[in-house]
């Protein structure tokens, strides 16, 4: 199993599929103000911007943005599986 760095690093570059884009604009709509207000959300956001959220939501947050994260990252690794 790849690392989060690991995961960050595939995927930079590659365009997030719609369902992590829908997991990602809900990130900052939901929590936006508790855990992410030093970020600013991309308009097309990598799969690698999508990690770095998710990361923030994991460090920044409480358990239900820790949960939230947790699928943000999975739904990040099957989109990396299907790139392959």
Do not use: H
Request: glycine letters at 6%; a positive charge; proline letters at 4%.
């Amino acid at each position: 199993m790849n690392t989060l760095e690991q995961l960050k690093a595939l995927g930079a570059g590659r365009l997030a599929p719609e369902d992590v884009i829908s997991l990602y604009r809900q990130a900052f709509l939901q929590f936006g103000a508790q855990s992410l207000w030093s970020r600013q959300p991309s308009g097309q956001p990598t799969i690698a911007q999508a990690l770095v959220i998710a990361d923030c939501l994991r460090r920044e947050g409480n358990l239900v943005s820790r949960a939230f994260a947790a699928r943000m990252e999975e739904a990040c690794r099957a989109a990396l599986q299907v790139a392959k």
